[in-house]
């Protein structure tokens, strides 16, 4: 009898949590990218945003038609200054000043400018203090700590990055990193860098590695030194990130995934570009983010991830697969269907603990029903328990 009190709570909790779950998602972001010719109006990105369970945007510069068409949706939104200005930036406050005085102050707070990224994959001498300007022209409107200022790095900073527990920076960014770090951990902003497992697997194109960088079943990988047993390339790319943080001294500094994903189409030669694949990777990181359950070195919560990208960008140059990222199309509709839609974010994870299928309940017999019934209690409770130990409800009861 003791356990129906403890039931009842669990129950409780697990409505408490469906409705934090339903209205809580913003670590699932998109990449807007506009190398292209034939996108869609900004107003109607905008509805199409609504529809989903997206709820931050990246733009890879400051587009002000975007910005406005985005005011009043709650949609955050990262904007971007462009490589070329991070010289002006760096050595000139007064640039930095009318920077975010044209980008940012029309159109903020109406327009959710969380995070402006200086730079894209750009790390040279002159980041740092170009990112220290920024930050000194937020701080004069009065906007520091609501806006952050970051930049974006390729995983190619990683010198090592295998296994996960030895993930560490490539030494020749030295003190360049070691800065922007202590610019990140002083002004609380995240540290943003793009994994993708799909490159990890067009240049080890086995059977195993393709199941492992699309969250589908397989042996797992075994760090050795952790004992951690890794089932997906994510993860590991993400616990390689922390790793390599821990090691500089900054395991508090916000990991952001600003950018990954998987092409539908590419050239003959580019093997696993598909959309099988490209659905399997976004729709099982999409419930794999959903189920809270973190990665190994991180338990419990889902990093901020944009996925790469919203729409193909038609103009970019290289490889077919550059121009076929897009998860939707010009016309709004889905490429394939990845669980974006707001109509799938409050049904239970995808990738939650296995657990026992309720027996089929397609008889109306009141034993069947009353077992279903209790089966589906048994159920709750355990996905519960399993979350409770992966410490989801930390953020509830603070
Ligand atoms: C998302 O929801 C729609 C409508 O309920 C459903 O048809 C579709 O299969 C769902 N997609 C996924 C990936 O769960």
């Given at each position: 009898m003791a356990m129906l009190p403890c039931t009842a709570a669990f129950l409780l909790l697990s409505f408490l949590q469906t409705v934090r779950i339903a209205d809580s998602q913003s670590f699932i972001g998109i990449n807007y990218g506009q190398v292209a010719d034939n996108l869609p109006p900004p107003s109607a990105t905008a509805k199409l945003l609504q529809s989903t369970s997206i709820q931050k945007v990246r733009i890879y510069g400051s587009d002000p038609a975007i910005i406005k068409a985005l005011a009043n949706t709650g949609i955050g939104i990262v904007i971007g200054t462009a490589n070329g200005d991070i010289p002006a930036l760096a050595t000139d406050p007064g640039f930095a000043k009318s920077w975010i005085s044209t980008n940012v102050l029309p159109f903020y707070p109406a327009s959710n400018i969380i995070l402006v990224t200086v730079g894209n994959e750009n790390l040279k001498n002159k980041l740092l203090p170009a990112m220290q300007n920024v930050q000194k022209a937020l701080k004069d409107a009065s906007l520091e700590g609501k806006i952050k200022v970051s930049t974006v790095h390729a995983m190619?900073?990683?010198?090592?990055?295998?296994?996960?527990?030895s993930g560490s920076f490539d030494p020749s960014y030295g003190d360049l990193m070691k800065g922007l770090l202590e610019f990140n951990s002083a002004n609380g902003s995240p540290f943003a860098i793009n994994p993708y497992p799909y490159f990890a697997y067009a240049s080890d194109t086995r059977p195993e590695t393709l199941a492992f960088c699309l969250f589908q079943p397989n042996a797992g990988r075994m760090d050795g030194s952790t004992k951690i047993n890794y089932m997906n390339m994510f993860d590991a790319q993400v616990d390689a990130v922390y790793s390599a943080l821990n090691s500089m001294g900054f395991k508090n500094v916000e990991i952001v995934v600003a950018e990954t994903g998987w092409p539908y189409k590419g050239d003959d030669k580019e093997v696993g570009a598909s959309i099988e694949n490209a659905k399997a990777y976004n729709g099982n990181l999409i419930a794999h983010l959903r189920s809270m359950?973190?990665?190994?070195?991180?338990?419990?919560k889902s990093v901020d991830t944009y996925l790469?990208?919203?729409?193909?960008?038609?103009?970019?140059?290289?490889?077919?697969s550059e121009r076929s990222f897009g998860l939707f199309k010009p016309d709004l509709t889905?490429?394939?269907?990845?669980?974006?839609?707001?109509?799938?974010?409050?049904?239970?994870?995808?990738?939650a603990p296995p657990a026992p299928a309720p027996p089929a309940a397609t008889t109306t017999t009141s034993s069947t029903a009353s077992r279903s019934k209790r089966w589906s209690v048994f159920w709750w409770v355990f996905l519960e328990l399993g979350m409770f130990r992966n410490g989801i409800f930390r953020g509830l009861f603070n």
């Open positions: 190619e900073v990683l010198g090592q990055s295998e296994p996960p527990s359950v973190g990665t190994p070195l991180m338990p419990g790469f990208a919203l729409y193909d960008e038609d103009l970019k140059p290289g490889p077919g889905m490429v394939y269907d990845a669980g974006l839609s707001k109509s799938n974010q409050t049904q239970p994870p995808a990738a």
